[in-house]
């Protein structure tokens, strides 16, 4: 569990990034984190492994406060953290030696570091890209290898920032595919985007604006807000569709979130066969 | 085809050993190359033909590798051919060619070594083999792993900053900066570029200190994929190495060969 408590922070001299933010991510979940540009999400996830430091306010993850210099090193392994950038973060020459360097800064033996390597590599399917050059890869692949990177430091929690940015349809249906089933397999996942459509899987959907948490609930409650509200941020188009003809009248379900639930909905109100 | 300083993924004796192996190796015959004499170069030479195999590499490659090299070869050659000893100009001399060709041959020598060794080993393992051979520096405060580190990830964003000068290069392009013409007006556009160019690197390198921050990079020294001790192979290349240096050496300096 990854608790916030009142964090508040700001860079050198700048004013307030985060103000007050109480947020918790159980074990387990699936967390949607979503918001405008410049709401101050990066800041917030670069906060769930100590990256940054609150102002003000607590960060503790399972017990251990990011202020502690001592647990750092232990979370950061238990956190992860996949970067919008992959070439950011991609520091081997090849995806083998890129893969193995978390592990290899935990001071890992070499035979545990081989093993992590190559489970790491099969859990996101890249096992066949292991003597290539990260610069010799697609979009998509840059970020799998990322992902793997950070996997072989075996987390209980990874961070998304941003996952399917730049990527084509193919990219982001492999990398959001890759997500579903490390959440699956138990790993906490806290995905970060500014584009809802891509959280209606989520458990839980966090809404920031301007520093500040304003909406959190299960997907269809927060899509159902946000149709009431006026802020900056609009709920996809199928809430946006459902909600719309919900307002006119129609006696549709909002809560499905999918192509295929709306269809069913829609289909049974007009009389479908 | 096989370029100066590329690395090129083959299995042989050679690829199999030690970066750090390979790397004392080459120095020791470097040093062979510079002090053996014309009897140094020659048995140097003899055992590079000899020792292709070993490397997985081709003749025809590693004259390719040399090719655009030769010119400085020629360079060298022609100015000791006509200016040997300070003699005035345009006049050839037996002794000044003969020092031309020994210095040619000393210099393609020591570009066959490099082709060697960076031909059999990967970038990564040349920087890591390297820091681990300074690593005895560290006791003089020398942060030898972080420097290691550094060299390794400039390589690895040589790449990527190719591909951002040409992104920027084909913007300025597509908004009317005229490419062709002189060398100055080029080199003005070029210079313009560098700017923006070191703005992308400097706000790269943060984000990726934050990156390697995450993946618990600096908390201590980090273990190596790469086995700590050296083989039997190892140590009977360097021997064989040592050996033929040593030889060459001792006989090119105790009995009058040339």
């Keep these: 569990m990854i608790v916030l408590e009142g964090v508040t922070f700001s860079y050198d001299g700048g004013p307030p990034v985060l103000k007050d933010v109480d947020l918790s991510v159980g074990e387990g979940e699936y967390l949607g984190l979503a918001g405008p540009n410049g709401c101050g999400k990066t800041t917030l996830a670069m906060h769930l492994n100590g990256l940054l430091r609150p102002r003000a306010g607590t960060v503790t993850v399972d017990g251990l406060s990011v202020a ?29 030696e890129d893969v193995a360097f978390g592990p290899l800064n935990l ?66 249906a492999l990398v959001l595919g890759v997500m579903n089933r490390l959440h699956r397999e138990g790993i906490t996942i806290v995905h970060i985007t500014h584009d809802l459509a891509d959280l209606v ?41 459902l909600w719309g003809l919900k307002r006119d009248g129609f006696p549709v379900r909002t809560d499905v979130l999918t192509v295929d639930g709306a269809r069913l909905t829609i289909g049974a109100l007009l009389g479908g066969r | 085809m096989l370029r100066f300083g590329d690395y090129t993924p083959r299995d042989s004796l050679l690829h199999g050993l030690d970066a750090r192996v390979k790397i004392a190796a080459s120095a ?8 053996g004499g014309w009897s140094g170069l020659a048995a140097l030479t003899i055992a590079g033909a000899l020792s292709l195999r070993g490397a997985g590499l081709s003749f025809k490659e ?44 000393q210099y393609l020598a020591l570009v066959a070594v490099g082709i060697f060794l960076t031909a059999t080993t990967p970038p990564s393992e ?54 062709e ?9 070029a210079v313009g570029l560098v700017i923006p160019l070191l703005l992308g690197a400097f706000r790269r390198a943060d984000d990726l200190a934050v990156a390697v921050e995450a993946r618990g990079y600096g908390h201590r020294a980090p273990s190596s994929l790469r086995g700590g001790e050296m083989g039997s192979p190892d140590r009977r290349f360097l021997a064989a190495v040592a050996s033929l240096a040593l030889v060459v050496i001792v006989l090119h300096h105790a009995l009058p060969l040339p």
């Design chain 1, 68 to 96: 502690d210099p001592s647990s750092l090193r232990k979370i950061r392994a238990l956190v992860g953290m996949v970067f919008q950038d992959p070439d950011s973060q991609i520091v081997g020459m090849t995806v083998e």
């Design chain 2, 126 to 179: 040349l920087v890591a083999g390297l820091g681990r051979l300074l690593r005895p520096l560290e006791r003089w405060g020398v942060p030898v792993g972080d420097i290691s580190f550094m060299v390794a990830v400039s390589l690895r964003f040589i790449p990527l900053l190719l591909g951002e000068y040409e992104r920027l290069r084909a913007a300025r392009a597509a908004r009317g900066a005229d490419w």
């Design chain 1, 201 to 241: 899987a989520a458990d839980r959907l966090v809404v920031m604006e301007a520093g500040t948490v304003t909406l959190q609930g299960p997907p269809p409650e927060v899509f159902g807000a946000l149709m009431e509200g006026e802020g900056p941020l609009a709920p996809p188009p199928l809430a946006r569709l």
């Design chain 2, 181 to 189: 013409g002189g060398v100055a007006k080029r080199l003005g556009l």
């Design chain 2, 62 to 105: 590693v004259l390719g590798a040399m090719k655009p090299l030769l010119f400085f070869a020629f360079l060298l050659f022609t100015m000791h051919a006509f200016f040997h000893e300070g003699r005035p100009l345009i006049d050839v001399t037996g002794a000044g060619v003969l020092a031309g060709l020994y210095t040619a041959w």
């Design chain 2, 28 to 35: 020791i015959l470097s040093v062979v190359a510079l002090t």
């Design chain 1, 107 to 172: 001071g890992l033996p070499p035979r545990e570091v081989r093993r992590r390597l190559e489970e790491s590599l099969e859990q996101v399917g890249i096992a066949h890209l292991r003597r290539r050059s990260p610069h010799t890869l697609s979009g998509g692949e840059k970020r799998l290898v990322a992902v793997a990177g950070v996997l072989a430091m075996r987390p209980r929690y990874i961070v998304f920032d941003e996952p399917a940015a730049f990527l084509d349809q193919a990219g982001r």
